[in-house]
């Protein structure tokens, strides 16, 4: 795991920019076929048939891979891989092209929880006691927590308690109600750890930092906790619609999360490639584009422009289509008319001739209707 992104691609070529490696070894890892048959039986036999005997299996797990080490790793190394030179070109381009998010984006005060965290800086309370109070950035504050069986135990005797009641009281009145000392809430480095991480937000910050004029924040907070949705038993205070505040929490026990969809890869121009599988791992009875095949079957059934009926992803629906391209060996490219989506690589038995001339389509919710 490592917090730079695609850390783990390098290579040995000699133009490469990305050298890598123990005193430069290069990648210590490669991509192959799976070779074990304890947890793979099939890969195998499937490397030994031809694309007409794969075309016509009906098992939808076909092949698998696996990572090995092509030398010795060290404790602490990284495990490195090549991409291959088109990825690594792609790459090159998007540093030399990216720039920040425009204002307006969404995303111009883009933050990363991660570097947070790693600094460990002091967190910007809200000092309001009754509205729920959020980041406006990409991430959010957690804090670690569980319930106790005093707290399972307690009973909310007041009338006031109920129907957000309590947020009529005084400052000093709910803590004296409702704040509960949090300084036991250490979140310990063990695996076996007990705990986990809840929604909070940052009331107020001490001022008892023993660590002066240093970057990491050791102060203590007064925190505000909200429900986890990944526990069974909902709080008891929560059923009862009453807030749960901890003061003295630990400033290490409060860690910023990412929100669902803001992280480094939703930013607009993020980085997207895929990898490359080298062509010497295919059987040669796979490789049917060596030099001089003829990417076009003169015998295709089908030509650029036909309209015919395509079974959509096989399901066994059949929608109005044009052939856009035909690929060779009886298969082909189509676009369907409802939606100009493109199905690529077709077999020709999903096909049919069909004389439809080009009328209005009636949709109904999300179901196209012929």
């Known amino acids: 795991v490592t917090n730079a992104i695609l850390i783990n691609h390098c290579s040995d070529r000699k133009d490469s920019r990305h050298p890598c490696g123990t005193r430069g070894g290069g990648p210590n890892a490669k991509y ?23 075309q016509e299996a009906k098992d939808w797990r076909l092949l698998s891979m696996e990572i090995v080490a092509t030398r010795d790793i060290e404790a602490g190394e990284e495990i490195f891989m090549d991409y291959g030179p088109k990825w690594e070109e792609a790459w090159n381009n998007h540093l030399e092209s990216w720039e920040q998010p425009e204002s307006g984006s969404g995303f111009e005060y883009h933050v990363s929880a ?91 910050k001490n001022d008892d930092s023993n660590a002066e004029n240093s970057p990491k924040d050791d102060s203590t907070y007064t925190v505000r906790i909200y429900p986890s949705k990944t526990i069974r038993n909902t709080p008891k205070w929560h059923r009862r619609g009453l807030p749960r505040f901890l003061t003295d929490f630990p400033r290490k026990s409060i860690q910023y999360f990412t929100k669902p ?24 009875q796979w490789k049917n584009r060596k030099p001089g095949w003829n990417s076009v079957d003169v015998n295709n059934t089908f030509k650029k422009g036909d309209r ?62 012929l």
């Open 261 to 284: 969809y803001r992280s480094d890869q939703h930013l607009p121009g993020a980085f997207r490639h895929h990898i490359e599988i080298n062509d010497d791992i295919f059987p040669e």
């Open 32 to 54: 192959q076929w799976a070779s074990n048959p304890k947890w793979d039986t099939k890969t195998s036999n499937w490397l030994n048939k031809t694309l007409e005997e794969m």
């Open 308 to 369: 015919v009926l395509a079974n959509y992803l096989g399901r066994g629906r059949w929608f109005k289509a044009t052939i856009e391209k035909a690929v060779g060996n009886n298969r082909y490219d189509v676009v369907y008319t409802d939606d100009s989506t493109v199905e690529r690589d077709l077999n020709e038995s999903f096909i049919k001739k069909s004389d439809w001339v080009t009328t209005p389509v009636r949709h109904l919710g999300s179901s196209l209707y």
């Open 114 to 204: 991660s570097k947070l965290n790693q600094e460990q800086g002091p967190i910007i309370a809200s000092n309001d006691l009754i509205n729920e109070y959020g980041f406006s950035t990409d991430v959010f504050t957690a804090c670690w927590y569980w319930q106790s069986a005093e707290e399972w135990e307690r009973e909310y005797d007041h009338d006031e308690d109920f129907d957000d009641g309590w947020k009529d009281l005084d400052d000093e009145e709910i803590m004296s109600r409702y704040g509960e000392n949090g300084h036991y809430f250490i979140r310990h480095s063990s695996t076996f750890d007990y705990g986990e991480f809840w929604p909070c937000s940052v009331i107020h």
